[in-house]
């Protein structure tokens, strides 16, 4: 588990850095990783991630392209509870010297709490991982 990818059936919370990569139309294993989960249904995405898309974006156009994609595929909702269990982590990594920035606890938790797995290509989250219950796609 510890940050490998596993084969997996289910839904995937998609991280913030696979949307990026995939828009920027790069070529790759994580574009067609990606379009293949489209395909078959299983992406989903969470508040965080839209704010932090919606953010980066640089045109109206690619506002458009977000709005289409948020509306194509499904939604976690954030319950109060995962807020406060993600401080918890960030104390539980903290106590090993391990600084994680909020909105990723945030991430990582959601997609503990909602049992799916997690498509990033942020490294930090193997460390989330080696200490949770974190799957990885």
Sequence with gaps: MIGK?????GRVLVD????VSFFRRTEGS???????????GSPVYTGVIATELIRGAKSKKELDTLDE?????????TKEECF??????????????ITIGIVDLLIAQ???ENNVFLFTLDAHFNTI?????LRLY
């Design 69 to 77: 994609l948020f509306k194509s595929i499904e939604h976690i909702e």
């Design 110 to 112: 959601i997609a503990i």
């Design 16 to 19: 913030t850095s696979v949307w």
């Design 84 to 97: 406060i269990d993600a401080g918890n982590l960030g104390r539980l990594l903290l106590q090993k010297g």
């Design 129 to 133: 991982a080696h200490y949770t219950l």
């Design 5 to 9: 990818r596993q084969d997996m059936h």
């Design 30 to 40: 994580v574009s067609e990783r990606l379009k293949q989960l489209l395909r078959g």
